[in-house]
Each structure stands twice: as structure tokens, then as C-alpha cells.
T-cell receptor, first 117, second 112 residues
């Protein structure tokens, strides 16, 4: 069964602090994909990154970085030198492809990040 | 380039009424889905479709119905609205479930 757990409900930091958002997933499949989406206060959902289960290489995009560890079933997201514009709800998501079944995308409960000036 | 168009943006229903939330995409995506967002619950999958004529239930399907007669459209029907269905609803589309999803702007539904 699929499951995504984001244990941190809300995180508050001061601008320029680094912050890590945790994501733990469960799947029985060997082929799966992990995602992060951002929902700013305006409400739209914005894609940030996708990672497949065969690529454990960490990724960095500007101030954003992602750490994928299959050994701990985690896909954590770090924002370096946070800014007020990073304030949003961040969702981790999982898509797996069980044999003989339809694939689907499910989300975690989200982490609300507040960055104060 | 419209992307995913979701209507209406706001709706108030009385308990027991029925309605359809519309979702249309112009990206020729095969995969479409409906989620509801409630405080503390994240985005929960209601129904999804991997192509025209193929739908399946998600995590919270009760009280909702879907059909997919065309690639472009994926309407969500509330059969008999209940206060527990008060939520924000998002429609999403993507080429597959494991590629980038594009979301509609959301529908804020209140059932009184």
C-alpha cells in the first residue's frame, strides 16, 4: 500500500535560516516516483521536483536541495537561506506502479512553512 | 494555453443537493484526478482516471461519482451533498501519474 508521511505539521523560521522538510514514504513496489509540490498562500499547486526510485543522487536547484535515501524511505527537502517568499505549504507525493493495477499519485498531509523577516 | 480549467471557483450547496464540478484540460493528458484538501489532512485522492473510459476510486470516493468520456474532461459529481463534503477541491492532469501534474485553481465548496 502507498503512504506518505510528513510528520512536521508546521515549521517557523527566521529569514536566512536553513530548514529541512521531512518526507517518509511506504510502497511495496520497486518502481516508484517521488515528488514535492509547493502551495503558496495564493492557493495554487506548483511542481518542484520529481525523483524516480532508481536514482538516489541528491539534487540541488539554487537554494533548494533534495536528499533521497531508499534505506530509510525518505525524500527530504532542504531550503538554504530561507526567504519570506518560501512561506507556503509543501507537499510530498508518491506514485507507484503496482503490477496489474492502476498507478496513482497520493500526497502527504503537507508541512506549513512560515518564514519571518 | 489554458492548462487545467476548473469550475466553479466557489459554490454553496444545501444538504442533499447534487452538483457537478467541471474539469477540462487542453494538454492531451491521459491521467486526470480529483483531490480534496481539508485542514490537517493534506490532499486526499477522490477518484482518478488513466484514460478515457477508465476510472478508479482513490482514498475517499464515497459520495462522489466520476466518468471520463473524453480525454479532455473529467467531471466530479456530488450525488447528495453533505456538510462533511465541505472542502476545497482540486482537479489535476498529467501525462501519467508519475509525471508532473498540473492543477486547476480549486473549487471552494461549502455545504450547509
Amino acid at each position: 500500500a502507498q503512504k506518505v508521511t510528513q510528520a512536521q505539521t508546521e515549521i517557523s523560521v527566521v529569514e536566512k535560516e536553513d530548514v529541512t522538510l521531512d518526507c517518509v514514504y511506504e510502497t511495496r513496489d520497486t518502481t516508484y516516483y517521488l515528488f514535492w509540490y509547493k502551495q503558496p498562500p495564493s492557493g495554487e499547486l506548483v511542481f518542484l521536483i520529481r525523483r524516480n526510485s532508481f536514482d538516489e543522487q541528491n539534487e540541488i536547484s539554487g537554494r533548494y536541495s533534495w536528499n533521497f535515501q531508499k534505506s530509510t524511505s525518505s525524500f527530504n527537502f532542504t531550503i538554504t537561506a530561507s526567504q519570506v517568499v518560501d512561506s507556503a505549504v509543501y507537499f510530498c507525493a508518491l506514485s507507484d506502479i503496482p503490477p496489474g493495477s492502476l498507478d496513482k499519485l497520493i500526497f502527504g498531509t503537507g508541512t506549513r512553512l512560515q518564514v519571518f523577516p | 494555453n489554458a492548462g487545467v480549467t476548473q469550475t466553479p471557483k466557489f459554490q454553496v450547496l444545501k444538504t442533499g443537493q447534487s452538483m457537478t464540478l467541471q474539469c477540462a484540460q487542453d494538454m492531451n493528458h491521459e491521467y486526470m484526478s480529483w483531490y480534496r484538501q481539508d485542514p490537517g489532512m493534506g490532499l486526499r485522492l477522490i477518484h482518478y482516471s488513466v484514460g478515457a473510459g477508465i476510472t478508479d476510486q482513490g482514498e475517499v470516493p464515497n459520495g462522489y461519482n466520476v466518468s471520463r468520456s473524453t480525454t479532455e474532461d473529467f467531471p466530479l459529481r456530488l450525488l447528495s451533498a453533505a456538510p462533511s463534503q465541505t472542502s476545497v477541491y482540486f482537479c489535476a492532469s498529467s501525462q501519467t501519474s508519475y509525471t508532473e501534474a498540473f492543477f486547476g485553481q480549486g473549487t471552494r465548496l461549502t455545504v450547509v
